[in-house]
């Protein structure tokens, strides 16, 4: 199997190359190798390697900056993801493309589906709707909503700054108010090969570790897995100026994958084996 990785230098991007490389040609793209904002320099790239996958993990992730810089966060989110899916059609290849619970207005009370009504309220979140659109139009593809992705060699995640605070025995300021399903960059790479490698439809899921916590929780069980009592700063998000709005109850339902057959570890499992692999390393 012959796959082309975008975004190869990011967080998702890097585990999947390397969590692959044993497995398929990897073609793997960095900004500095390929501008996914070239739309007919894309298409070129995927018709001339003819991939059997491509795999989008190149983001605009920053949130707030969206707000100020809406048309390279629409080019990056959603242009470039409409010519990736030009290209995989072309080529007939599969296309895999990762979402965001961003996408939700995060009013809701019980972790969101695949069905309920996306009601974006950023420019990010909107960007990175219209890209789950572009996906869509391959025939053979998987758009994947990941959420709070922590894990791979970066370790700059919103996990390693909690976890970093409470090793230093340092105060850790985390939300008591906003509810999240974590996303471990292994378990996402491990469900997305399932996913291709299996009889799986193709469409939307939500690729997420089981289960539901708030970030003072995880941040306790944090410290419970490193043997740390930690000094937590309980905040919440109305106490935090942010220029974009953030889904405040952002959990998401990982149901239908586990109907497609790929069981989801819980977070806490997923939490633990990252954390005790960081001692190792």
């Keep these: 199997m012959k796959i082309v990785v975008t975004g190869a230098a990011g967080q998702l991007g890097r585990a999947i190359a390397d969590r692959y490389a044993d497995r398929a040609a990897i073609v793997a793209l960095t900004r ?3 501008d996914l904002g070239n739309a007919a320099a894309v298409e070129a790239f995927v018709r001339r390697h003819a991939p059997d996958v491509v795999i989008n993990c190149a983001a605009y992730n920053d949130v707030d900056g969206a707000e100020d810089h809406a048309l390279e966060a629409l080019r990056v989110n ?5 010519a990736l899916a030009r290209g995989a059609s072309a080529a007939g290849a599969a296309l895999v493309h990762y979402g965001t619970d961003f ?3 995060g009013l809701g009370t019980r972790p969101y589906a695949e069905d309920d ?3 974006p309220q950023s420019v990010y979140a909107l960007s990175k709707l219209l890209g789950e659109w572009f996906a869509a139009d391959v025939q053979r593809h998987y758009v994947l909503r990941v959420e709070s992705l922590f894990g791979g060699r970066a370790r700059r995640s919103s996990v390693d700054r909690i976890a970093a605070a409470i090793r230093a025995g340092e105060p850790a300021r985390v939300f008591t108010d906003r509810t ?3 996303s471990y960059v ?3 790479a491990d469900a997305t090969w399932t996913l291709l490698t299996s009889a799986a439809p193709a469409g939307l899921y939500h690729c997420v570790n089981s289960g539901v916590t708030t970030w003072f929780e995880l941040a306790q069980e944090i410290g419970r897995i490193l043997g740390v009592e930690p000094n ?5 998000v109305a106490d935090v100026p942010m220029k974009a709005r953030r889904p405040q109850y952002a959990a998401l339902s990982n149901a239908k994958l586990a109907r497609a057959g790929i069981s989801m570890p819980s977070w806490q499992d997923a939490l633990r084996r990252y954390l005790l692999d960081a001692v190792s390393q």
Excluded at 78 to 82: G, K, N, T
Excluded at 232 to 236: D, H, Q, R, S
């Design 32 to 34: 500095q190798t390929l």
């Design 117 to 119: 009504a996306p009601t």
């Design 78 to 82: 959603a242009m470039a993801v409409a």
């Design 180 to 182: 999240v399903t974590p």
């Design 186 to 188: 292994e378990d996402v």
């Design 232 to 236: 937590l700063v309980p905040v919440k």
């Design 103 to 105: 996408v939700f207005d």
